[in-house]
């Protein structure tokens, strides 16, 4: 847990600037992934969504140097602001693997496979928070007719999908439940949205709510989770299909099982609150599939 | 007293340092108001600048959001966008659309996100420049966001301008204590240098008052100012008055001495001529007795005639000392003190076989205490003087009347009026000097015994016909003096 409260500070004022570099970076990528395609045994790309707490700087060039010392391949990172275009790169394979949100997995199963799945406080589970303002009174779902709610990302399972199935069970429409709907494309922002005030709910990732209550109490202490949904699967790391088991996956997948075991790995796991990663079973996903299932025709 | 005329009674040490003061303090006032009026300009035109940077960066950055309404991209970049190195930072930053409608605020609990602006909060900015309110210590500035010439919004921003008002607040208190302080320095400086310049003044100034008083004293060398300047010229010239005054002075003493001799000499024959007289009857007596002084009748009455002889003689010798040493009178007026006169001036009138009308009305009392001495040698100085203007058989007239104010003497005589100079000697206020020659000196002394008594003297006198002069002395004259 050393140094977490600089990761933190860090993380808050360099992650803007953080993620343009990170960007530019993946710009060179993908230029030099078409020297890679020569060499194709050298580089992993790896791919990296807002599931992230922060982009920051110090978490990545641990991860990036862990698993390149642990695969022996030179690694990659490359993010992107939003789940579509993170999945849209691996579904089409232009990234060898991604760290990408359970609905995104759900819905291109037929096309990608499990690499591995965090363990959080020993399970690959997860939950959706639906939080509002620590001060607002509401207990109730319909307490928050006519807010300004904030999502995270269409393509997120915590930061949309949960609270969409929700009130489509409920025979209710967001954009009608609603006064205005907002999509900030990071838990950490919807965080923020409604810290702030600016929205007076939100749907957001409980894992990234619980981790970053302790990092930034002071953001998050002012906002409470209203109600939390059942457990779901964590999002997970997947490659294509055509990718898997392939050596660098195969690499990529001993070095993310084995994090635990070694003190960089474990270095990396503190930054990120996990516990390890696991090779999980792709029932665990059944949950989310469920909801993508009783919403198909109408997304 | 008005304001001004107490102005006009201040010294000048304190009025020319004052002006000063007055003068620094109005100049210092400009200054002032210059400065700030100018610093002032400064820092709406820095704020104004500032304001403006931040505006164009915010107004570039949230634009495309602001055309989407999308409230959280306009937050976060009204978050991303806040300054933190600047003394002046963004308090608060609204940033609406279309109809005025609120997209989102820095503050979004205080400006609602999609709701109305607040008209009050909304009046606060007045065109596109800096307005800064001194009560809330902010400066609100306003930018309209366009596209493509079509007003898509409007961003709002409050600024903190504490620091501003705060260096406004500095510059005032500094521009005050420096100024203040070299108020103070120059009234200082003024005082100093004007009291340096008019103090010969105040030297002179103290020395006439002594003089006016009666006790002129020269300057003294330590008082001179160290170099040969105007003041020494000045002191120089009003010691030599001094000592001229002073001489004047011990001149007219010798003269009124010369003016008692001679007085004393007028009358010592006159006052031979009273001794002589009962000589003449004591030889007789002593020869009586010498014969027939076995005779106790004889002897009894002629020793009588010797006593009261003698008696008289006595009597003449101690009116003519008193006259010329008036120091041993240092006792009451009492009425054997008239007496006195009359016996010193009958040789006088005898002389002139002239007759003295003598009338004393009221009684001397013992309180209050007017000297016998000076009254004496006025008395007699009038009495002469009647005489010598009376024509001979004529009469003179000495009345004395004890007044419930004080003591009426009248001296009358039977002259031929009194002549211009010898009026002017007596009652002119402004003639205090000493007469040219002889002539009047008795007068002289009379006048300045009335002086020393705080008596008046009344003449009723008309050119050609007989003049009465009148000395009244109020009761609550000096004590025993010995002005003469």
């Known amino acids: 847990m050393k140094g977490l409260p600089t990761l933190d500070v860090a993380g808050r004022k360099w992650s803007r600037r953080a993620a343009l570099r990170l960007a530019g970076a993946g710009a060179l990528c993908a230029g030099g992934g078409r020297l890679a395609r020569a060499q194709p045994q050298e580089v992993i790309r790896f791919g990296l969504t807002p599931v992230f707490l922060t982009n920051d700087l110090e978490l990545l060039n641990a991860l990036q140097a862990y698993l390149a010392t642990e695969t022996g391949y030179e690694i990659e990172l490359i993010t992107r602001r939003t789940y579509q275009e993170v999945t849209a790169l691996l579904v089409s394979g232009q990234l060898d693997a991604a760290w990408i949100c359970g609905y995104p997995f759900v819905h291109y199963r037929d096309q990608l496979e499990l690499v591995a799945v965090p363990d959080w406080n020993g399970k690959p589970l997860y939950q959706s928070y639906l939080i509002v303002s620590s001060e607002r009174q509401a207990t109730s779902l319909d307490d928050l007719a006519g807010d300004i709610h904030a999502f995270s990302d269409p393509d997120s399972n915590s930061g949309y999908l949960v609270t969409r199935t929700l009130l489509f069970e409920r025979g209710l429409d967001p954009d009608v439940f609603f006064r205005k709907t907002m999509f900030t494309y990071g838990h950490r922002n919807v965080i923020r949205a409604v810290a702030s005030g600016l929205a007076q709910s939100g749907s957001v990732d409980g894992y990234v709510w619980e981790v970053m209550r302790e990092i930034e109490p002071d953001l998050v202490n002012r906002t409470r989770p209203l109600r939390k949904s059942e457990w779901l699967g964590f999002p997970p790391v997947a490659t294509s299909k055509a990718l898997a088991h392939s050596r660098r996956i195969d690499a990529l997948t001993r070095a993310l099982l084995s994090m635990a075991q070694s003190q960089e790995g474990q270095r990396v796991l503190g930054m990120l609150r996990l516990t390890g990663f696991e090779n999980a079973d792709p029932s665990i996903f059944d949950g989310i599939a469920t909801k993508v299932a009783m919403l198909r025709g109408v997304l | 007293m008005s304001l001004r005329s107490s102005i006009r009674t201040l010294p000048l040490a304190v009025r020319v340092p004052a002006m000063v ?26 704020l104004q600048r500032l304001a403006s940077a931040y505006l164009d960066g915010v107004v570039a950055s949230i634009t495309p959001s602001v055309l989407r309404e999308d409230s959280w991209e306009v937050f976060d970049g009204i978050e991303r966008l806040k300054p933190s190195a600047d003394d002046i930072l963004p308090l608060e930053t609204v940033v609406t659309g279309k109809n005025a409608i609120v997209l989102a605020s820095s503050d979004p609990e205080a400006r609602e996100t999609l709701r109305p602006l607040d008209s009050s909060f909304a009046g606060q900015f007045n065109g596109t420049g800096v307005t800064i309110d001194p009560e809330t210590r902010s400066g609100y500035v306003r930018r309209d966001i366009t596209y493509q010439d079509q007003l898509i919004g409007a961003v709002y921003a409050v600024f903190d301008v504490s620091s501003l008002l705060r260096e406004r607040q500095q ?18 400086v003024g005082f100093v ?40 010229s000045v002191y120089r010239a009003y010691n030599a008055l001094v000592r001229s005054g002073a001489e004047k002075q011990a001149l007219a003493r010798q003269l009124a001495e010369e003016e008692k001799l001679a007085s004393l000499g007028r009358l010592a024959s006159g006052m031979a001529h009273e001794i002589n007289n009962p000589l003449g009857g004591l030889m007789n007596a002593v020869d009586t007795l010498r014969l027939h002084g076995d005779r106790r009748t004889v002897r009894e009455s002629s020793i009588e005639l010797i006593q009261r002889g003698l008696q008289g003689i006595r009597e003449v010798v101690e009116a003519a000392l008193a006259i010329y040493r008036p120091d041993r009178l240092a006792r009451p007026l009492a009425e054997q ?29 013992t309180d209050p205490r007017w000297p016998a001495g000076p009254i004496r040698q006025a008395m007699l100085n009038l009495l002469l003087n009647a005489a010598a203007a009376t024509p001979e058989d004529g009469r003179v007239g000495l009345c004395v009347t004890v007044t419930p104010q004080g003591l009426d003497i009248s001296v009358s005589d039977e002259g031929a009026g009194m002549p211009q100079s010898a009026r002017s000697i007596l009652t002119d206020p402004k003639n205090r000097e000493v007469p040219p020659d002889s002539g009047g000196l008795g007068l002289w002394i009379v006048r300045e015994i009335a002086d020393d008594l705080e008596a008046s003297i009344s003449l009723s006198s008309e050119p050609g016909s007989r003049s009465v002069i009148r000395l009244s002395i109020p009761r609550n004259t000096s004590e025993i003096s010995n002005a003469a």
């Open chain 2, 21 to 46: 003061v007055i003068l620094m303090v109005a100049v210092s006032g400009l200054i002032s108001e210059r400065v700030l009026d100018r610093l002032s300009t400064t820092q709406e035109i820095y």
């Open chain 2, 193 to 232: 240098a004007v009291r340096g310049m008019i103090r010969p003044m105040q030297v002179l100034e103290t020395h006439m008052v002594e003089a006016a008083a009666g006790s002129p004293t020269p300057i003294a060398d330590s008082e001179f100012p160290s170099t040969d300047n105007e003041a020494a």
């Open chain 2, 171 to 188: 510059i005032l208190v500094t521009l005050l204590a420096t100024n203040g302080l070299f108020t103070a320095f120059l009234g200082f």
């Open chain 2, 337 to 365: 003190d008239f007496a006195d006169i009359r016996l010193l001036v009958r040789p006088e009138l005898r002389r002139k076989r002239q007759r003295l009308d003598y009338r004393l009305e009221g009684r001397l009392e």
